[in-house]
């Protein structure tokens, strides 16, 4: 049990790190030193940066992936399903925040290597899986509009505030709390617009 704790100390931290300066700037000594523990440990538990990296990323995947492949199998209508994975998704962006500004980051500044994290996580796999079970979907089929765009439609209309989220609290004066409250009221309106959106 002390084992698994030490690992999932481990992770928290790096993952708290990895957000917060970058992979680039973040290194394993830094990591060890947050955490409290010694070098030899953390590089007894992940033998290198990069699968440290690897190892964030897939627990953090885990705490979305499994949740919205679960709700793309239930046996009811694809407008439900869609309502529960813009509230699993919202909500899982409100517990991490800055996730989405990061992941930018990392795709432009760290390309290869981050292409490299996703297929050593099984991430790439999984957005496969769950991308086909979407595209699969005959309500969306039969709407007009192509499957692709759909999901593109959806990331950015979930995605885009928490890019905007520091300006939009300059902006507007407001703290997490008050945008917490907004982005669940806007749950509402990205389900009607993605859903006007492939009706015909």
């Known amino acids: ?19 917060e300066k970058g992979f680039a700037a973040t290194t394993m000594r830094e990591i060890s030193s947050t955490a409290d523990i010694n070098k030899g ?12 990296f690897a190892s964030v990323m897939q627990m953090t995947s885990f705490e979305l992936f499994p949740k919205i492949d679960s709700i793309l199998h239930l046996n009811v209508s694809f407008q439900h399903k869609l309502e529960l994975i813009i509230d699993v998704y919202i909500e899982f962006l409100l517990r991490n925040p800055r996730l989405p500004a990061f992941i930018i980051n990392e795709l432009n500044s760290n390309t290869d290597l981050f292409v490299d994290v996703i297929r050593q996580a099984e991430i790439y796999k999984r957005v496969l899986t769950i991308w086909e079970l979407i595209f699969g979907e005959e309500e969306l089929r039969e709407g007009g509009i192509e499957p692709l765009h759909f999901v593109i439609n959806f990331l950015a209309l979930n995605l885009q505030p928490f890019l905007m989220k520091p300006l939009a609290q300059k902006i507007g004066q407001i703290d997490d709390e008050s ?22």
């Open 1 to 19: 049990m002390m084992e698994e704790d030490t690992r999932q100390k481990i992770l928290n931290t790096a993952k708290n790190l990895f957000i």
């Open 41 to 52: 440990l953390l590089h007894y538990y992940f033998q290198s940066k990069q699968a440290l």
């Open 179 to 200: 945008f917490s409250h907004i982005m669940r009221l806007r749950k509402k309106i990205i389900f009607d617009t993605l859903i006007n959106s492939i009706k015909k």
